[in-house]
T-cell receptor, first 117, second 107 residues
Framework: SQTIHQWPATLVQPVGSPLSLECTVEGTSNPNLYWYRQAAGRGLQLLFYSVGIGQISSEVPQNLSASRPQDRQFILSSKKLLLSDSGFYLC????????????????FGSGTRLTVV | KNEVEQSPQNLTAQEGEFITINCSYSVGISALHWLQQHPGGGIVSLFMLSSGKKKHGRLIATINIQEKHSSLHITASHPRDSAVYICAALYGNKLVFGAGTILRVKS
């Protein structure tokens, strides 16, 4: 069965420190991978998505970057965290095959709550 | 622009009440999700809909394609139902999320 692992669950980091959040998928190959962020009081917003190794699309300009070094690994990074980077980060994957009506196949990680102090 | 609007933003109910949360979206979606976010932040997928109605226990989700509207109903609500409920519409291969409805069920 397909599973998605995201860690850590919570993280407190000082301003200016680097960040690395990792997400891995099991039980499928060539998934579409996504990073979302939920700022306080707001809905989840798509940050990055990837359709294959080394292929990253950015939806929102920000202080973050993403990388996909392996087929089932998606990493969210920052060289220097800002206070505004605090929030809830969620990784998700979906099937790479064509989606027909009613097909979604999205599976969500458990999320990482990041607090920048 | 692909948007998802949810209402109400906050909802407080007494235990046992019937609860409805609404979600409106733009044209061109291929599916709609209802998600539950627990106080610790973890997200659980409740339903994925493309038409009609789905039911799981005390939860019912409906979608009206013509009206571009979906509802999540909770029957016989219980304090353990307290959470944030989020609808998300699938536009192409990307999910667009509503802002969420914070539900609190009091005993």
């Amino acid at each position: 069965s397909q599973t998605i692992h995201q860690w850590p669950a919570t993280l407190v980091q000082p301003v200016g420190s680097p960040l690395s959040l990792e997400c891995t998928v099991e039980g499928t190959s060539n998934p579409n991978l996504y990073w979302y962020r939920q700022a306080a009081g707001r809905g989840l917003q798509l940050l990055f998505y990837s359709v294959g190794i080394g292929q990253i699309s950015s939806e929102v300009p920000q202080n973050l970057s993403a990388s996909r070094p392996q087929d089932r690994q998606f990493i969210l990074s920052s060289k220097k965290l800002l206070l505004s980077d605090s929030g809830f980060y969620l990784c998700a994957w979906s099937s790479h095959r064509g989606l027909g009506w009613g097909e979604s196949g999205y599976t969500f990680g458990s999320g990482t709550r990041l607090t920048v102090v | 622009k692909n948007e998802v609007e949810q209402s109400p933003q906050n909802l407080t109910a007494q235990e046992g009440e019937f609860i409805t949360i609404n979600c409106s979206y733009s044209v061109g979606i291929s599916a709609l999700h209802w998600l539950q976010q627990h106080p610790g932040g973890g997200i659980v997928s409740l339903f994925m809909l493309s038409s009609g109605k789905k039911k799981h226990g005390r939860l019912i989700a409906t979608i009206n394609i013509q009206e571009k509207h979906s509802s999540l109903h909770i029957t016989a609500s219980h304090p353990r139902d307290s959470a944030v409920y989020i609808c998300a519409a699938l536009y192409g291969n990307k999910l667009v999320f509503g802002a969420g409805t914070i539900l609190r069920v009091k005993s």
